[in-house]
C-alpha cells in the first residue's frame, strides 16, 4: 500500500500507486493520479484533474494544478500533466490549461523548479531545466529543454525560450529567446552563447566554434534573418548538426527573438 499519512485528504476517485509516499496535511483532489516513488512531502496541495508521473519530490505549500488565473476561464475540464524525477520545491504552483489552448498545462521530466516558481495555464515545459526561485512564467509559454531561468525573472505570454539557452537573473522575456543564446536584462538583450553550459555537456571545441559562427551569423554582423537563415543552411548546417536548433528558433518565432 502507498504511504498516506492520516491526516491526509485524499479525493475517493484518486489514483496513488502504492510506492507514491503522501506527507502531513496534504490535500489531493478529485481526477488526481500519482505515479509510482513519487513523493509529497507535506502540507501539498493537488487540486484536481492532474496526472503526475513517477519519482517526482514535492515539497511543502505547493499548489499543483489549481485553476487559472485567466479571466476568461469558466470552469471547463482542464488539465495539468507532470512527466518524471521533477524535483518541486517550496511554495511552487502549477495551474491547469484552457480551452483556448489545448486545455493543458504540460511539464516534462528531470526538472528543477525552485521555491516559488509561477508556471501558468497552458505552459509546456521541455526536460533538464532549472528554473530558479521566484521566477514567474505566464500563460502560454513554451520552454525547451536543457535551459536555465535565473531567479526573480518574468516570462511574457506567448514566448518561446528554446532549448539549451541561459537567462540571467531578474530579467524581463518579452520575446523569443533562441537555442543556446545566454539573455538577460530589463528588457533582456542577447549576450552571447551558452559556452559554458555546453563545456559541462562536453561538447566539442568543433561544435561549439561552429555555434560560435552561428550566432554572429544571425546577432552580431547586421544580416537580416532571410539573409542569416540562408548562410545557416547552407554553410553551416553541414558542418554541425545543432545549427539546426538555432534555425528552427529564428523560423518559429512569431514574436521575434532576443536580440
Given at each position: 500500500?502507498?504511504?498516506?499519512?492520516?491526516?491526509?485528504?485524499?479525493?475517493?476517485?484518486?489514483?496513488?500507486h502504492e510506492t507514491a509516499v503522501i506527507g502531513p496535511y496534504c490535500i489531493i483532489g478529485e481526477a488526481?493520479?500519482?505515479?509510482?516513488?513519487?513523493?509529497?512531502?507535506?502540507?501539498?496541495?493537488?487540486?484536481?484533474?492532474?496526472?503526475?508521473?513517477?519519482?517526482?519530490?514535492?515539497?511543502?505549500?505547493?499548489?499543483?494544478?489549481?485553476?487559472?488565473?485567466?479571466?476568461?476561464?469558466?470552469?471547463?475540464?482542464?488539465?495539468?500533466?507532470?512527466?518524471?524525477?521533477?524535483?518541486?520545491?517550496?511554495?511552487?504552483?502549477?495551474?491547469?490549461?484552457?480551452?483556448?489552448?489545448?486545455?493543458?498545462?504540460?511539464?516534462?521530466?528531470?526538472?528543477?523548479?525552485?521555491?516559488?516558481?509561477?508556471?501558468?495555464?497552458?505552459?509546456?515545459?521541455?526536460?533538464?531545466?532549472?528554473?530558479?526561485?521566484?521566477?514567474?512564467?505566464?500563460?502560454?509559454?513554451?520552454?525547451?529543454?536543457?535551459?536555465?531561468?535565473?531567479?526573480?525573472?518574468?516570462?511574457?505570454?506567448?514566448?518561446?525560450?528554446?532549448?539549451?539557452?541561459?537567462?540571467?537573473?531578474?530579467?524581463?522575456?518579452?520575446?523569443?529567446?533562441?537555442a543556446f543564446t545566454m539573455v538577460s536584462g530589463n528588457p533582456a538583450s542577447a549576450h552571447g552563447l551558452n559556452i559554458e553550459g555546453?563545456?559541462?555537456?562536453?561538447?566539442?571545441?568543433?561544435?561549439?566554434?561552429?555555434?560560435?559562427?552561428?550566432?554572429?551569423?544571425?546577432?552580431?554582423?547586421?544580416?537580416?534573418?532571410?539573409?542569416?537563415?540562408?548562410?545557416?543552411?547552407?554553410?553551416?548546417?553541414?558542418?554541425?548538426?545543432?545549427?539546426?536548433?538555432?534555425?528552427?528558433?529564428?523560423?518559429?518565432?512569431?514574436?521575434?527573438?532576443?536580440?
Amino acid at each position: 500500500m502507498s504511504q498516506i499519512h492520516p491526516t491526509a485528504i485524499i479525493a475517493p476517485d484518486a489514483t496513488i500507486h502504492e510506492t507514491a509516499v503522501i506527507g502531513p496535511y496534504c490535500i489531493i483532489g478529485e481526477a488526481v493520479t500519482i505515479g509510482a516513488h513519487t513523493t509529497l512531502h507535506r502540507h501539498v496541495v493537488v487540486t484536481r484533474n492532474t496526472l503526475i508521473g513517477e519519482h517526482n519530490q514535492i515539497y511543502q505549500f505547493a499548489s499543483i494544478g489549481e485553476d487559472c488565473q485567466d479571466l476568461k476561464y469558466a470552469g471547463e475540464t482542464t488539465w495539468l500533466e507532470i512527466g518524471d524525477h521533477n524535483v518541486i520545491r517550496e511554495a511552487c504552483s502549477f495551474h491547469r490549461g484552457t480551452i483556448q489552448d489545448k486545455a493543458l498545462t504540460k511539464i516534462g521530466s528531470h526538472n528543477l523548479f525552485m521555491v516559488n516558481t509561477h508556471v501558468a495555464h497552458d505552459c509546456v515545459v521541455g526536460d533538464h531545466n532549472v528554473i530558479a526561485n521566484n521566477v514567474g512564467v505566464a500563460g502560454h509559454v513554451h520552454i525547451g529543454s536543457h535551459t536555465i531561468i535565473g531567479g526573480n525573472s518574468g516570462i511574457h505570454q506567448f514566448c518561446c525560450i528554446d532549448d539549451y539557452s541561459l537567462i540571467g537573473g531578474a530579467s524581463l522575456i518579452l520575446k523569443d529567446v533562441a537555442a543556446f543564446t545566454m539573455v538577460s536584462g530589463n528588457p533582456a538583450s542577447a549576450h552571447g552563447l551558452n559556452i559554458e553550459g555546453m563545456r559541462r555537456k562536453g561538447w566539442s571545441k568543433e561544435t561549439i566554434n561552429v555555434l560560435r559562427q552561428a550566432y554572429r551569423t544571425i546577432f552580431r554582423i547586421g544580416l537580416t534573418t532571410k539573409q542569416a537563415l540562408v548562410i545557416l543552411e547552407e554553410e553551416m548546417l553541414p558542418k554541425e548538426p545543432k545549427v539546426a536548433l538555432l534555425i528552427n528558433s529564428l523560423k518559429n518565432s512569431k514574436r521575434g527573438v532576443v536580440r
